[in-house]
């Protein structure tokens, strides 16, 4: 017996270390040798069933606690339909089944959510269960297990005490979080809410219902302690402190969002209700303030959590939702097209949602009124990330799993019924008639899918190593926790599947990076301390945390924060700050270890001030103070109308800026584009530094064409400022007299008249217009660009170029283009352009930037124009470029550029191996080009990338009915790849293009019409840039660029580019960029942004105005003083020679980026000892400073 003992032993511990010698991070326990057997088992019948219980297969919760303090982490999970379970921790991976004696199997109930709290904080971990599904109250009344402490066997033994704590609530409840929102020192609880009402579609448009009448709203408890009774007694006050806003909530966060020491409320609502973003009012009430912090979240909020991902000392949102990541995947569950929702949002009042995880970095706080600091804004960089579509998502697990210093991000998955299968949905409604319930039951297919692992790699980027690090097992997982289940300092994981037994998951990360584990200590009140913000400080880097263990989806986390440390051998400080105010400092702390920080050695205060100022910022804004109170208007025109499958609209570039002084008084003025029937807007400056509007221009009575590109400029050499208007946009027909450009004639005090005859005819859609002497001839030439073919994009088009032929003050302007350029007919869809002389000749030359184009060189060869751009060195990078600036970036004297893109923040990933493509062909021979924009994604069977439409099957056919009978069902078209989509015929005469880089780039001029391209920093590919304006705004000699970000005219589905608001990137003089937070910088653009200009206030201050598509004119003010050199009409560069010898070239054309044309001036500080400063005709002339 002794021997066959020893056998069985023997093989256990072999089991045990073969587990530990494998080299994934993650090794699975098997059950056998865990003796956890947990299986949250659902069956279905004909009244319990995912159509009539729309929640039944949301899942379960793991709750982690030493509930008999010694020292291991136990386990607790929720059932169904089956018992809950309670496993205490033997050690060595072993657990034991104590549920029954411990007394805690959740009472028959259907159990969701567990938390795990100290209530009466007596030291014994309480356990606090959700219950929800039973159409009778007291069935779904929610369960309090109060410790009791052990039995002489070391098994805590609990007693239900729900009712006597007030806490016995009988809605459809999903999991509870405990805090102090009042700052009494008690903790009180929210409980999340999620109630499906028969009456009531979920994802359907109606008013939203924010008193507190709709059961499916959240509930806030009070902790009222009880002095007969010797413990808390909780009282709802929902109603009273404004938590009465409805949604179907999946979790909340506990977290202090603005930093002022009280704490916030984050909720994730399924379906159309919007996630919830309760601030804390400091007097016992909340207010949603969501649309303030968020620009759109995840449309299905599953789980989450509010922590700092990119150790910036921020808080930053992770929300799971149920974008898959596979072709095969999105196309079963890809919806089609609505534009209606869009206009629902605006006319309901709902915030924009999209059907993906969302990341939302938190951009640090805004500038407020008097430079204050204000409430922080955040911007979803998800698909940056990489964690954008892990399918069926729920608990988002955020920890540092290897120790590295980077926190980590596991996602749970699957779904047993999947009811949004097209296949299936097609087949219910056919067969709503004639199948029984049972058999439409049978049909729907699962989503049996593996989990997700993340490393965090930077920040901000991350990488699936979800295999690598051993999840490849697929399940219907919910609920999941982390915790140091063994003590070695390395978090194991645990995760509750529906149908399956519970995964339990050891951490074999390696021993060279180090940890450390801080073990609060609280007050009589608040015993760990929930609530404390902690700080760890080592080798100059730092990690916050705020203590809340209640992260994820329907769980609780190991409440003992746990921080990886790299390669770091010493803690230089930690810092704990208690809710109470007062503070802790622990020095010089060894490594590895379990630190227990005790409230009652706190001797120091601190407190959290939101009085700051932002006293440093290179900017202010002086909207006010400059009365410019502009708003662009524009009637909202759906161009997917018509040609469905755009990637993007044409119709919200607007509003184009320039600048110059147009009455002769000598202040600079504005010049603001209109779109439709909305004027052009003049603003014009007055001597203190008010604009006043007016919209005077001739022949506008009638208007009803989009302005696009505008330039300021002198077309008939009388000494004032004339005006161009290209006209864009793609609402009318093609061919309509609505694309004709305009010129206006100035009479030197600012008033125009329309000169009919000045310009040619020109019928394209355009974008933008540039004035510059390109033939040396003493007059400033056009050059025009052509933008798209209206309702047939992707269709090249052809941009001009004018000569100015004015005589005896008759303004004539002829297209030389096809005797001068004739690279420039059809090459493509210009989007910007610039004058620039990029081989140092003394002609200017020619850049373009497009969509589906190279980076295009044209050189100016004494009035001829060659196209350059496959010597250029970048000609095989294909983008969607936006926009370009000049500048000497690297400071060595000849003129470097930076061109904006799409960015990385989008579905669309470009590159070399997998790039976007386009196809297009009028299938109909009627005038309009169908288009499709394909992409690569992982096929069904091996996960090897492969082309595919990026359109649903409902789009496609839309677009291209004839599709139909081919592919019947969405399993077809989801498993065909775009090449068998169409047979060679169909596809004949057809155009494509392909782009490999949606990143914006510096390009840097290497001489000798050579160019090389480098990615900007990762902050600047956040989201599509627009307007740039280039200079030294910091004063110490290297050129910065201020850009105005973000893209709202995009395809609903994807969603709108938004996660910038506006950027400044501090230039090191090398080539080199650092991006500023908004604190920094001040410039806070944080709608739809477009051109961006600079002007001179009148009394001498350096402003720059930033447009945005329906949105306010923002005014900024350098906080530094300048020198000004004003530029005459033919100058077209300069160069400055500073006092430590660098010299630095700059340009100085007519526009300065996308529909952006810039007051003409430069600006110098007491570091420059010179300029030089040529003009159109080769004259030099030189300031001595």
Not at 924 to 940: A, E, H, P, V
């Amino acid at each position: 017996m002794k021997d066959r003992s020893f056998i069985v032993i023997f093989f256990s511990c072999l089991l045990f270390v073969s587990c530990t010698r494998d080299k994934r991070l993650f090794q699975f326990i098997a059950s056998d040798h865990s003796n956890i057997h947990f299986n949250n088992k659902i069956t279905e019948n004909d009244s319990i069933n995912p159509f009539d219980l729309p929640n039944m297969y949301n899942g379960g919760g793991v709750g982690v606690g030493d509930f008999n303090n010694d020292g291991l982490q136990d386990i607790y999970f929720t059932g169904n339909q089956v018992p809950c379970k309670l496993y205490l921790n033997k050690g060595n991976f072993k657990f034991e089944d104590i549920t029954d004696v411990a007394g805690v199997n959740g009472g028959g109930r259907w159990c969701r959510g567990v938390s795990v709290i100290d209530i009466n904080n007596d030291g014994l971990l309480d356990i606090y269960v959700c219950n929800t599904i039973a159409s009778e109250g007291r069935n779904r009344q929610n369960l309090l297990y109060i410790n009791q402490g052990t039995n002489g066997n070391g098994t805590p033994i609990f007693k239900e005490m729900a009712e006597e704590y007030g806490l016995n609530d009988t809605s459809y409840s999903t999991m509870a979080y405990f805090f102090d929102y009042d700052n009494d020192g008690d903790l009180d609880v929210y409980i999340a809410v999620n109630e499906m009402e028969d009456d009531k579609n979920p994802s359907v448009y109606r008013p939203k219902i924010k008193d507190g009448s709709s059961p499916s709203t959240g509930l806030l408890y009070r902790n009222d302690w009880n002095a007969k009774l010797k413990h808390p007694v909780f009282t709802n006050v929902s109603r009273e402190a404004g938590i009465t806003i409805e949604g179907y909530s999946h979790s909340a966060t506990i977290a202090d969002f603005n930093q002022d020491g009280w704490k916030d409320i984050f909720v994730a609502n399924d379906f159309l209700s919007n996630d919830i973003l309760y601030i804390n009012n400091h007097d016992g009430t909340f207010s949603d303030r969501a649309a303030e912090y968020f620009k759109h979240t995840s449309a299905n909020g599953m789980g989450q959590d509010v922590i700092d991902i990119n150790n910036d000392g921020l808080a930053d949102v992770v929300e799971m939702d149920m974008d898959p990541e596979d072709n095969y995947r999105k196309k079963m569950l890809m919806p089609g097209y609505n534009y209606q929702n869009y206009i629902n949002n605006d006319s309901f009042g709902y915030q924009y949602q999209y059907v993906r995880n969302t990341l939302q970095l938190n951009m640090g706080p805004r500038i407020g009124k008097n430079d204050s600091l204000g409430d922080p804004i955040f911007g979803d960089i998800g698909y940056f990330a990489g964690i954008s579509s892990t399918d069926w998502s729920w608990a988002p697990l955020v920890c540092d799993f290897d120790n590295d210093g980077l926190r980590d991000i596991i996602i749970t998955n699957g779904y047993p019924k999947d009811i949004t299968d097209h296949d299936f949905i097609a087949f219910r409604q056919k067969s709503f008639v004639y199948a029984s319930k049972k058999e439409v039951l049978s049909k729907i297919p699962q989503a049996k899918l593996k989990h997700y692992a993340f490393h965090n790699n930077n920040g901000t980027k991350f990488s699936d190593v979800s295999d690598d690090w051993g999840l490849s097992t697929a399940s219907f997982a919910n609920g999941a926790a982390y915790a140091d289940l063994d003590n070695d300092g390395k978090l194991d994981l645990v995760i509750s599947n529906i149908n399956d037994e519970a995964f339990v998951y050891m951490n074999n990360s390696d021993d060279h990076s180090n940890y450390l584990t801080v073990k609060l200590i609280g007050d009589s009140l608040n015993r760990n301390g929930l609530g404390a913000w902690i700080e760890v400080c080592y080798e100059g880097k730092q990690q916050v945390y705020e203590q809340s263990p209640y992260r994820g989806y329907l769980s609780t986390m190991q409440i003992d924060p746990h921080f990886g440390l790299g390669a770091a051998s010493k803690i230089d400080s930690l810092i704990v700050k208690w809710p109470d105010g007062k503070k802790q400092v622990l020095s010089n702390l060894q490594v590895n270890q379990l630190v227990k920080v005790d409230h009652k050695n706190a001797n120091e205060s601190y407190k959290w001030d939101n009085h700051l100022t932002a006293s440093h910022a290179l900017f202010n804004p002086v909207e006010d103070s400059s009365k410019i109170f502009y708003q662009h208007k524009q009637t909202d025109i759906i161009d997917f109308n018509t040609q469905l499958l755009l990637p993007h609209k044409f119709s919200e570039y607007g509003p184009a800026m320039a600048v110059g002084d147009i009455n002769g008084d000598g202040f600079d003025d504005i010049v603001i584009g209109g779109a439709g029937t909305r004027r052009t807007t003049f603003l014009l400056q007055q001597k203190d530094g008010a604009f006043i509007h007016k919209q005077n221009l001739p022949g506008q009575e009638k208007k009803d064409w989009d302005d696009m590109g505008i330039t300021l400029f002198d077309a008939d050499n009388d000494g004032d400022l004339d005006l161009y208007v290209a006209s864009g946009g793609y609402g009318k027909t093609p061919n309509s007299s609505a694309y004709q450009d305009k010129l206006y004639v100035n009479d030197g005090k600012g008033n125009f008249t329309l000169d009919t005859s000045a310009v040619p005819k020109n019928l394209i859609s355009k974008s933008c217009v540039r004035a510059i002497d390109y033939d040396h001839d003493g007059d400033l030439d056009l050059f025009v660009a052509g933008r798209v073919a209206p309702w047939n994009y992707p269709q090249a088009v052809s941009c001009a170029i004018y000569r100015n032929d004015t005589k005896n003050g008759k303004v004539k302007f002829t297209d030389v283009t096809a005797s001068i350029a004739k690279p420039l007919l059809n090459i493509g869809m210009v989007c910007d352009a610039i004058w620039t002389d990029f081989d140092n000749d003394g002609w200017p030359d020619l850049i373009l930037a497009g969509e589906w184009m190279p980076i295009t060189f044209l050189r100016n060869d004494h009035g001829q124009f060659i196209e350059t751009t496959a010597s250029s060195g970048i000609a095989n990078q294909i983008g969607w470029w936006n926009s370009i600036t000049s500048g000497d970036f690297d400071n060595d004297g000849d003129i470097d550029y930076v061109v904006s893109n799409l960015g990385e923040n989008s579905f669309y990933k470009a590159s070399d191996k997998y790039p976007v493509s386009v196809y297009a062909k009028d299938f109909y021979n009627q005038g309009i080009t169908q288009c499709m924009i394909t992409s690569y994604l992982k096929d069904r069977q091996g996960g090897q990338k492969k082309e595919f439409s990026s359109e649903s099957r409902d789009n496609l056919i839309s677009q291209l009915p004839f599709l139909k009978k081919r592919f019947l069902t969405y399993q077809k078209f989801a498993e065909t790849t775009f090449d068998k989509l169409f047979t060679p015929q169909e596809l004949k005469n057809s155009v494509k293009y392909s782009a490999n880089n949606f990143k914006s780039c510096l390009i840097r001029n290497n001489g000798n019409g050579s160019f090389s391209m480098e990615p900007l920093c990762d902050v600047a590919q956040y989201s599509a840039i627009n307007g740039m304006i280039t200079d030294d705004f910091d004063g110490d000699g290297n050129l910065d660029i201020c850009m105005n970000t973000n893209d709202y005219g995009t395809v609903p589905s994807l969603g709108r580019y938004d996660a910038l608001d506006g950027l400044v990137l501090r230039g090191d003089g090398k080539g080199n960029f650092t991006p500023m937070t908004i604190a920094q910088s001040g410039i806070f653009i944080p709608g739809n942004g477009k051109a961006l200009v600079k002007l001179r206030s009148s009394d001498g201050k350096y402003l720059i105005a930033a447009s945005q598509n329906r949105g306010p004119l923002k005014v900024f003010e350098l906080n530094k003083e300048f020198h000004y050199v004003m530029l005459n009409e033919g100058d077209v560069s300069a160069m400055l020679t500073y006092k430590d010898g660098r010299k630095q070239k700059r340009e100085t054309g007519y526009g300065n980026s996308f529909l952006s044309q810039s007051a003409r001036f430069l600006t110098v500080n007491d570091s420059v000892s010179s300029i030089e400063i040529t003009n159109s005709k080769g004259g030099v002339r030189k300031i001595t400073l």
